[in-house]
C-alpha cells in the first residue's frame, strides 16, 4: 500500500556527502523541507523549491526547530542502563562492585524484557535512532532487546556478550558456547528487519585464547557482520592485556591476532594507543570508539583526536552508559568538546554532528539507509526546539547559526529539546 507523502517544515541540517570528511561543512536549509513517504526520505532541501511539487503532501509545521538525522550511539550497554552514575571507582573495580552483579540480573528473561523497554525509552527519548548496544553474556537478553527494537523498527545493532573467565562464575560461557550462541543469534537476527549483529567479546582479560580463536572464526565467516569491544582504555587494564597476552606487540595486536581487526569493528576508548596502532586501525578501516563522559566520569584518560584524525582512522562518538553518564549524544558531544578543549583541538559542533551521523553512518557501510537525510535513506530524524525553556530561549535571542544551535544545546540542552524523535518515518517519542 502507498501512503501519501508528508512534508516537514523547519530548519535542516545534515551532511549529504557521502566522501568520509569529517570537516565537511554540510547542507543547511533555514526554511527547509524534508519529505518522507512509506518510511523512507524523498527529497530533502529549501521549502520555497519543494513546496510546489508537494503541494498535495501533508504540511508539519515545525519551523522555529531544527531537524537533524536521528543520531547513532556507536557504543553503549543496555544491561547498564541502571547502574548509572556509581560513584567512585575506575573501570576495574567498577566492573566487580557495580557491572558484574547487575548484568547477573539478565538471567530473568521478564527482567531484559524490562530493561530492554526502559533503554530503547531513553535511546527515543534523546534522539537516539541507531545503537551499537551490548547485551548480556545471557542469549535471551540479545533477543529481549532486538525484539524491543522490532517494535519500533528501529536499526539496533547488538550481541551476546562473551567472556568465559576473570568474572563471576554465573556470567562465563564457554568458548564453545559463546561461539554457537553468536552464531544462532547471528541466523536469527542479522538482517532481520533493520536489527544487525555484532560478535561482543566484553574485552580481552575476560576471554580465553581459544574464546578468541572462535570468535575470529565466526568474524571471518560472517565478514558483514559487526565486532565491538573495547581498547586500551585504562592503564591497569593495559597492564592486564601485557600480562595474559606476553606474545603480543600491543592491546590492538590481540585482536588482530584473531582475525577481529576489520571494517566493521568497532573499538572501544583507544586512549592510550602506539602510533603503530593508530595507523593499523586506519590500514584496517576499523572504527575508534570515543566515549567521553565514560572517559571522564572513570577517570580513564582523554581521547586524543588530534592522533586519530592525523592517522586518517574512523572515528565515531558515543556514550557508553553506564560508564558514560547520559543517554543524550549532544551532550556527549559537549564532553568530548571540552576535552578537546584541554588538548587545545575544540571539536566544531558540526564535526560532533558529524561524528554521530553520516560520519560512523559511512564507515560502516550504512550511509544509504542512515545517518543523512539524503532521498532513499529511512525517515530517521530528530526535531529539536531549540527554545525548549528559558534559558535556552534568552540564549536563542544570540542565535547564530544551525551550528550555533547545536553547540548552545550540547551544553545547556537535554532529553525536553528532543521535541520528536522519527524513525522510519514514525513519531516514536511520547
Ligand atoms: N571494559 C570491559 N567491560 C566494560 C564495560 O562494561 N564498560 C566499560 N566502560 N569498559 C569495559
Ligand atoms: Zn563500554
Not at 504540511?59 to 552514575?85: C, F, K, W
Not at 561482543?200 to 557482520?225: C, I, K, M, N, W
Not at 603503530?276 to 586501525?281: A, I, N, S, T, V
Not at 575544540?346 to 560502516?364: H, I, K, R, V, W
Request: proline share 4%; with cysteine; glycine share 6%.
Amino acid at each position: 500500500m502507498t501512503h501519501s507523502s508528508t512534508l516537514y517544515r523547519a530548519s535542516i541540517l545534515h551532511f549529504s556527502q557521502t566522501t568520509h570528511n569529517i570537516g565537511d561543512q554540510g547542507d543547511y536549509f533555514a526554511d527547509g523541507a524534508l519529505i518522507v513517504q512509506n518510511a523512507r526520505i524523498v527529497a530533502v532541501g529549501h521549502f520555497s523549491e519543494l513546496a510546489p511539487d508537494y503541494a498535495t503532501s501533508v504540511l508539519v509545521d515545525y519551523r522555529n526547530r531544527l531537524i537533524i538525522p536521528g543520531l547513532i550511539d556507536s557504543h553503549l550497554h543496555y544491561p547498564q542502563t541502571e547502574m548509572i552514575a556509581k560513584y567512585g571507582e575506575q573501570l576495574l573495580t567498577w566492573l566487580e562492585n557495580f557491572t558484574f552483579p547487575t548484568e547477573q540480573k539478565f538471567e530473568s528473561y521478564t527482567y531484559c524484557e524490562l530493561m530492554a523497554k526502559h533503554f530503547v525509552t531513553q535511546l527515543i527519548n534523546n534522539g537516539t535512532t541507531t545503537a551499537f548496544a551490548y547485551s548480556s553474556v545471557h542469549k535471551h537478553a540479545a533477543d529481549a532487546l532486538f525484539i524491543e527494537a522490532s517494535k519500533h523498527n528501529m536499526a539496533m545493532i547488538s550481541g551476546k556478550v562473551c567472556m568465559d573467565r576473570h568474572c563471576p562464575d554465573a556470567l562465563k560461557d564457554t568458548p564453545a558456547s559463546a561461539q554457537r550462541d553468536s552464531e544462532d543469534l547471528i541466523n536469527k537476527w542479522h538482517g532481520k528487519g533493520r536489527n544487525l549483529y555484532a560478535l561482543t567479546p566484553r574485552f580481552a582479560p575476560t576471554s580465553s585464547h581459544e574464546q578468541l580463536s572462535l570468535l575470529g572464526e565466526l568474524a571471518q565467516q560472517y565478514p558483514d557482520v559487526f565486532i565491538q569491544t573495547h581498547l586500551s582504555e585504562n592503564q591497569s587494564e593495559i597492564d592486564w592485556v601485557k600480562s595474559l597476552f606476553p606474545k603480543q606487540k600491543s592491546y590492538l595486536d590481540v585482536y588482530d591476532h584473531y582475525n577481529m581487526v576489520r571494517p566493521r569493528a568497532l573499538f572501544g576508548h583507544c586512549l592510550h594507543l602506539e602510533q603503530q596502532d593508530w595507523q593499523r586501525l586506519a590500514e584496517a578501516k576499523a572504527t575508534a570508539v570515543f566515549c567521553p563522559t565514560s572517559n571522564l566520569f572513570l577517570g580513564s584518560g582523554l581521547f586524543n583526536l588530534k592522533e586519530a584524525q592525523a592517522n586518517d582512522v574512523s572515528i565515531a562518538l558515543a556514550t557508553d552508559v553506564g560508564g558514560g553518564t547520559s543517554f543524550n549524544m549532544l551532550r556527549t558531544y559537549g564532553e568530548a568538546y571540552k576535552i578537546g578543549q584541554l588538548q587545545n583541538n575544540p571539536l566544531s559542533a558540526l564535526e560532533g554532528l558529524y561524528l554521530m551521523t553520516q560520519g560512523p553512518a559511512l564507515a560502516y557501510s550504512m550511509a544509504d539507509e542512515i545517518g543523512n537525510l539524503n532521498p532513499g535513506t529511512f525517515a530517521d530524524f530528530v526535531v529539536l526546539d531549540p527554545h525548549f525553556n528559558q534559558l535556552a530561549e534568552l540564549r536563542m535571542a544570540n542565535f547564530e547559526s544551525g551550528e550555533d544551535i547545536l553547540f548552545a544545546l550540547s551544553f545547556i540542552g537535554d532529553e525536553r529539546a528532543v521535541e520528536a524523535t522519527y524513525i522510519a518515518g514514525k513519531q516514536c517519542k511520547v
